[in-house]
């Protein structure tokens, strides 16, 4: 999210957005399950502060409920803005949408595309079971 959002900074309109999506780039993006987000964010983010989880989801909602521009949520943290705030998928043709789950598989293909050997370049993503098993018993109820 931050690279995108410098890349943004530096696209001044969309004539030059336009120009780099001409030259047929290898365009990609990792996603992640939303509620998967949201523990991820609370326990790296939130956590420390006292708040329930069940207080952090309250008030994520009530941001998101009550925010000016419902293209934008500027209003909310970009750790649990929706994914679409971020990264046009409407306007980009993503070559892979992978996601965290499977973003180790993905990561052959994504090499692959800009021909590079999976030893020259690190990609690691590591989410393991541990936060989707906590997902599930926060979801629970």
Same mark, same amino acid.
């Given at each position: ?52 989880? $069940? ?7 009530? =941001?998101? *409920? /009550? ?9 909310? &943290? ?39 050997? $999976? ?7 590591? =989410?393991? *079971? /541990? ?9 629970? &109820?």
């Amino acid at each position: 999210l931050i690279l995108l959002d410098s890349l943004l900074q530096e696209i001044k309109n969309m004539e030059t957005f336009n120009r780099i999506l001409e030259g047929d780039p290898v365009s990609f993006t990792n996603v992640r399950h939303p509620f998967e987000r949201l523990v991820s964010a609370y326990y790296n983010q939130v956590q420390s502060s006292g708040k329930t989880f $069940d207080q952090f989801v309250q008030s994520v909602l009530m =941001t998101a *409920n /009550t925010t000016q521009n419902k293209q934008t949520y500027f209003e909310m &943290n970009q750790h649990w803005r929706p994914y679409n705030t971020y990264c046009a998928f409407c306007n980009i043709n993503y070559k892979v949408i992978s996601k965290m789950e499977t973003f180790n598989d993905d990561k052959k293909r994504i090499m692959d595309l800009l021909g590079l050997e $999976d030893e020259e370049t690190r990609l690691m993503v590591e =989410t393991g *079971n /541990t936060i989707e098993s906590t997902t599930r018993e926060l979801f629970r &109820n």
